[in-house]
């Protein structure tokens, strides 16, 4: 029996119109769009809707990072990326833009917006006794007192 695609049962379509999340090529991940068009002002920030929340498998989470090497449009990045979606995270999925131009910028319907990837979450670490063959000096990340 062939299982349905992942895809059938992650993506819930939260508006009408909106773009289906595509894979750009196999083991990428997904590009979310832009629905709806959306207007920037210089030197302003704003959400920007994808029409789709996601389900879950279990045992998962989802990293939504900057697309390398592709400019949304010019002067405009992605804020607060990477972030993580939990399971408990069941609502829209918008994403922070920023119009760093001095011009305004409008994202048309459909412009791809952020890469989507699944991961496996779970239990990762474990307690060790000692650090074998360290000496402890300083103060962790915020260097020497």
């Known amino acids: 029996m062939r299982q349905a695609p992942l895809e059938a049962d992650f993506f819930v379509r939260m508006r009408p119109g909106a773009w289906a999340p595509r894979r750009a090529s196999s083991g990428s991940g997904w590009d979310l769009r832009a629905v709806g068009g959306h207007r920037l002002a210089p030197h302003t920030h704003g959400l920007v809707p994808t029409g789709y929340s996601l389900k879950l498998p279990p045992g998962h989470v989802v990293l939504l990072c900057p697309r390398q090497g592709t400019p949304i449009a010019p002067g405009v990045r992605t804020l607060n990326l990477p972030a993580v979606v939990g399971p ?31 991961l496996p979450s779970g239990h990762f670490f474990g307690q060790a006794s000692a650090l074998a063959g360290r000496r402890r000096e300083g103060a962790g990340i915020a260097g020497y007192l």
């Open 88 to 118: 408990e995270d069941d609502g829209e999925l918008d994403v922070v833009l920023e119009n760093r131009s001095d011009r305004p910028v409008t994202i048309t319907a459909g412009t791809t917006l952020v890469r989507l990837l699944l």
